[in-house]
């Protein structure tokens, strides 16, 4: 009986030839990653209380970013708190308020093919754009990682989502998540691991698969995971070969269920509040004024979201507040150099410090009440930005560029 | 391993850890999150649960964020346990990483609000004692088992560094 990907990763980390949907395996961990919020100020102690010692530093990666720019004095202290820590510690991938950890963990190829990665949010998921198997654990548990370098595991039973035709234009990566969402719901996945193939997903460039990896935790999954093909492949494949980390699944690899996607009749799609799985056609909520539009997040903030953003507003201007945070500077200074950043500012956007800030609630444009915002961050659920009578319309970054330009919820095809 | 009794404090579906504990209460110290528990559905339940109360809910609670705090939270409160049809994985992970008890059992509908309940995790029984029915609960297994029985992960994995030697 044949592996998939999320198998063979399991197997490789755990040191046997294979396994079965659940088995519980003590495995190895190649990456532990975690941020200010769920690191050092949540996790000092119990490392100390098992010892004190780092299992390896080299594996550890932590940024801040969610209490980055500091809004308050709480913030600046946990922020303090953090770069003492990963000072004392001498960590050597410590990022220090420049951007979200998953799409660090990314742009840096720290997260590769094959990997066992383990990380203290549940957003961690994203990682499984490269073919690693990815899963978010809370702040104690990362704590035990961190000292024996192992976690245990539940071999979930795989999902296949397969997208079989060719991506119309006007539809992105948070189209395709949202397609799965709509037919499927918020909890079709839980404790599952849910693999992404077919055409058009082969087609997807890193940041589109970032998307699709960090949705399936909306859909209640234990991993994402986009096994690597195409431009990934073509990127990471031969160290991957070298390493002898699996790349593919096997031919017979056995799949709980495969659910077969058709995107030619697909509209653009929102997820309306309260829930991330009420998807219908951003054509249908065209009386749905907006009072505010956000681009950002580590699902809609990466260079991809804003080139995307600027497609639409190249020559037209925002008539509502159209804020946009890039997911790290990087992306940032990507887009000052193709004239996206020049667009988007032409356009009326205000471009924020990177950061996850809004979309995690806790700075730098929270909605207040009843304030309704169109965005393309991660989560809808009731005071996700800020005030619980808040209405966040989640889309994708043509869908919120467009209906910042109208002030009402538009399809983007209006402007394409 | 314990019985505990108290009355229910029903939820829906897909409560999530943003509603259990709103980012806004993220910059707390741990020791002060009890007072926010469920603060995104309910503002005065952390001033009004009694230690001992269960929260019975339906599908998929404790999705979304992998914030621990939402755990801690609902444990200060003096909430025993929760009770649900099931529950997003990382907040059930953490639920017995901290020893906290969260039981899965099918037929939650079936308990109002304020029934009184006692929870055997012994004989793995919830039973309503308005109604008089009795609910399975759904076993943990192996090492998820072994880490609520340890009453934590911590105290699970400084067994085991000793045992390594």
């Not at chain 1, 094959?114 to 961690?124: E, K, P, R, Y």
């Not at chain 1, 690597?228 to 073509?234: A, D, H, K, S």
């Not at chain 1, 031919?251 to 219908?280: C, K």
């Not at chain 1, 996206?340 to 909605?367: E, F, R």
Request: charged fraction near 20%.
């Amino acid at each position: 009986m044949g592996m998939t990907l999320t198998e063979k990763i399991i197997a490789r980390a755990a040191g046997r030839s294979s396994v079965r949907p659940d088995d519980e395996v003590w495995a190895a961990v190649d990456l532990a990653a975690m941020h200010d919020s769920s690191g050092p100020r949540r996790i000092a102690g119990t490392i100390e209380e098992l010892g004190g010692r780092l299992w390896d530093p080299e594996k550890i990666v932590l940024a801040i970013d969610h209490f980055a720019p500091a809004a308050n004095q709480r913030h600046a202290e946990i922020v303090a708190l953090t770069r003492t820590w990963a000072r004392s510690r001498a960590l050597p991938h410590f990022y220090d308020s420049v951007g979200i950890l998953h799409n660090v963990l990314l742009e840096k190829a720290l997260a590769r093919p094959g990997m066992l990665i383990v990380g203290a949010d549940s957003h961690t998921v994203t990682a499984g754009a490269v073919g690693a198997l990815a899963v978010g654990v809370g702040a104690t548990e990362l704590a035990t990682v961190l000292v024996t370098g192992q976690m245990w595991l539940r071999v979930p039973r795989t999902v296949l989502i397969r997208f079989r035709d060719v991506r119309p234009g006007f539809l992105t990566a948070r189209d395709m998540a949202m397609t799965v969402l709509r037919e499927l719901r918020a909890d079709f996945a839980i404790y599952k691991a849910v693999e992404y193939g077919g055409p058009a997903v082969d087609a997807l460039d890193l940041d589109e698969r970032a998307v699709l990896a960090n949705q399936a935790i909306e859909m209640g999954a234990k991993n994402g995971i986009v096994p690597p093909t195409g431009v990934v492949l073509e990127q990471f494949g031969p160290e991957a070969r070298d390493t002898g980390r699996p790349l593919a699944g096997d031919p017979g690899a056995s799949y709980e269920v495969v659910h077969d996607f058709a995107l030619a009749d697909v509209p653009p799609l929102v997820a309306t509040p309260p829930n991330v799985d009420d998807v219908v056609a951003a054509g249908e909520l065209s009386g749905i004024d907006i009072d505010r539009a956000y681009i950002g997040s580590c699902v809609g903030g990466t260079a991809r979201d804003l080139r995307e953003a600027a497609r639409i507003l190249q020559g037209r201007a925002a008539r509502v507040p159209l804020q946009v945070a890039p997911a790290t500077s990087h992306v940032l200074a990507e887009a000052l150099r193709d004239g996206t950043l020049q667009v988007l500012l032409d356009a009326g956007a205000i471009i924020q410090a990177p950061g996850c800030g809004a979309c995690a609630g806790l700075h730098s444009g929270l909605l207040g009440p009843k304030e309704r915002c169109i965005t393309t961050v991660t989560r809808n659920v009731p005071g996700r930005m800020g005030h619980a009578t808040a209405e966040i319309y989640l889309a994708s970054p043509l869908t919120v560029a467009a209906s910042a330009i109208t002030g009402r919820i538009t399809d983007p095809r209006e402007f394409l | 391993m314990r019985t505990y009794e108290g009355r229910a404090w029903v939820f829906g579906d897909h409560v999530s850890t943003d509603q259990i504990l709103p980012g806004k209460f993220l910059d707390r110290p741990m020791a002060e999150v009890g007072h926010y528990a469920m603060a995104g559905l309910d503002e005065g339940f952390a001033r009004r649960v009694r230690p001992g109360d269960f929260i019975v809910a339906g599908a998929n609670f404790g999705c979304g964020s992998s914030r621990e705090a939402a755990v801690i939270a609902l444990q200060q409160a003096g909430v025993a346990a929760v009770i649900a049809r099931s529950f997003g994985r990382i907040f059930f992970r953490n639920a017995i990483n901290n020893g906290f008890p969260a039981a899965v059992i099918a037929q939650t509908a079936r308990i109002a609000p304020g029934d009184p309940l006692r929870l055997n995790l012994e004989a793995r029984v919830l039973t309503d004692l308005r109604s008089g029915e009795t609910f399975p609960l759904q076993s943990l297994t192996g090492i998820s088992q072994q880490i609520l029985e340890a009453g934590g992960i911590v105290r699970f994995t400084r067994a085991r560094l000793e045992a390594r030697g």
